[in-house]
């Protein structure tokens, strides 16, 4: 998975002092990696998601092939914020599933601007960055990947319901023109002491 963190993507900034509030991100239309406007953000965007979360996972079983059979199971999530909130990390747990990501987002002061990396306990592998900020309770995040050989440009969409929940989506475009949605989560907010060990979900 790519994500998250909730778990999901680009590149265009916007100068601006560390605490100015944030920028409204340009907007051209929603077409691929040509035409893909990449919002800025605040260093406390992310502040909404520390701590604990139970989560229902929906993934799409084949990407990229007009398939319509979904998975879904579920995850928990735990969060923590380093550095003043520059840098957060997060593991998300998948129990039926027999392993783990972790997503790391740090934020860009000067182009005020967030890279989210994925890691996933499978490969190990460091994912490419995907780019972006929130304006208000939308976060849209970019960047260019490759899905088994395909080169693709991937979207992140993260929406803050309300304080005890969240809604991400990761969405791929193939053709520069048209986008999938392949994988969605929705969070609710939980008891750490109930959810975390040190920070981690519990196993």
Not at 38 to 67: C, E, M, S
Not at 78 to 102: I, Q
């Amino acid at each position: 998975m790519r994500i998250h963190l909730l778990s999901l993507l680009a590149v265009t900034a916007c100068a601006t002092a560390p605490d100015a509030a944030p920028t409204a991100p340009s907007r051209s239309p929603v077409a691929g990696p040509a035409a893909v406007a990449i919002p800025t953000g605040d260093v406390h965007d992310f502040d909404y998601f520390a701590g604990a979360w139970t989560t229902q996972q929906h993934r799409l079983k084949a990407r990229g092939a007009g398939n319509h059979d979904w998975d879904d199971f579920p995850a928990t999530l735990c969060m923590n914020p380093y550095l003043g909130s520059v840098v957060d990390v997060d593991e998300l747990y998948f129990p039926t599933k027999g392993w783990s990501g972790v997503t790391v987002r740090s934020f860009d002061l000067a182009k005020r601007q967030w890279s989210i990396y994925w890691i996933s306990s499978k490969t190990g592998l460091l994912g490419a960055p995907q780019l972006g900020g929130f304006h208000g309770d939308r976060g849209e995040f970019y960047g260019r990947d490759d899905d088994d050989g395909r080169p693709v440009t991937v979207r992140y969409a993260w929406t803050k319901l309300d304080h005890d929940h969240a809604h991400w989506e990761q969405a791929f475009s193939y053709d520069s023109k048209t986008w999938e949605t392949n994988w969605t989560a929705d969070f609710t907010r939980a008891d750490p002491a109930a959810i975390c060990d040190g920070g981690r979900p519990k196993h």
